[in-house]
């Protein structure tokens, strides 16, 4: 059974930084290009970033401005997402993403002071 | 980036009767290789979206049969033949040939 669950979603104060990961299982995760997805409060899904099988390849969305790193470590099927310099524009849910059938249950990251 | 926009933004559906929802790009979705990568979600409150239907008209697995979706280029429909309970929920139609954009969300709810 696929599972991703993602954690480290947190209340930051504004300018601040977190890490989210997810933790896949139950598919051969080296093989997958994997994203991140966002869904603010009340809105719907917006997509974040994306990165190859290998790692060798990422993109972003605009918005994101150089604020985000999302990377990848294939030994332990593990997904991150890099947030840093937040705003307010950035509390959301963020979903990891198996592209493009499976979503995780998400983590929740609040920037507020 | 392609815009997708989604009517209608809401559906109030009797038990057992049909609902339609219809999806337009703004631009032609056909892949360079042949394909068309538009998808439909769902997803109920509190829940992550979760994948129906992929490539216009492929129903995911464990989807049920009542869900169909069709189109081409620029214009598609997700039809649900029978509603049911479970089906109340919010409804995106997404792409994924030119990056990734999602839809408003239709949001459906039982009359």
């Known amino acids: 059974e696929v599972q991703l669950v993602e954690s480290g979603g947190d209340l930051v104060q504004p300018g601040g930084s977190l890490r989210l990961s997810c933790a896949a299982s139950g598919f051969t995760f080296s093989n997958w290009w994997m994203h991140w997805v966002r869904q603010a409060p009340g809105k719907g899904p917006v997509?974040?970033?994306?990165?190859?099988?290998?790692?060798?390849?990422?993109t972003y969305a605009d918005f994101v401005n150089g604020r985000f790193t999302i990377s990848r470590d294939n030994a332990k099927s593990t997904l991150y997402l890099q947030l840093n310099t937040l705003t307010v524009e950035d509390t959301a849910v963020y979903y990891c993403?198996?592209?493009?059938?499976?979503w995780g249950q998400g983590t929740l990251v609040t920037v507020s002071s | 980036d392609i815009v997708m926009t989604q009517t209608p933004l809401s559906s109030l559906v009797t038990l057992g009767q049909p609902a339609s929802i219809s999806c337009r790009s703004s631009q032609s979705l056909v892949h360079t290789d042949g394909n068309t990568y538009l998808s439909w979600l769902h997803q109920r409150p509190g829940q992550p979206p979760r994948l129906l239907i992929y490539k216009i008209s492929n129903r995911f697995s464990g989807v049920p049969d009542r869900f169909s979706g069709s189109g081409t280029g620029t214009d598609f429909t997700l039809k649900i033949s029978r509603v049911e309970a479970e089906d109340v929920g919010i409804y995106y139609c997404?792409?994924?040939?030119?990056?990734?954009?999602f839809g408003q969300g239709t949001k459906l709810e039982i009359k």
């Open positions: 997509w974040v970033a994306r990165i190859k099988t290998d790692g060798s390849s990422t």
């Open positions: 993403v198996r592209a493009w059938d499976y």
């Open positions: 997404m792409q994924t040939t030119r990056l990734y954009t």
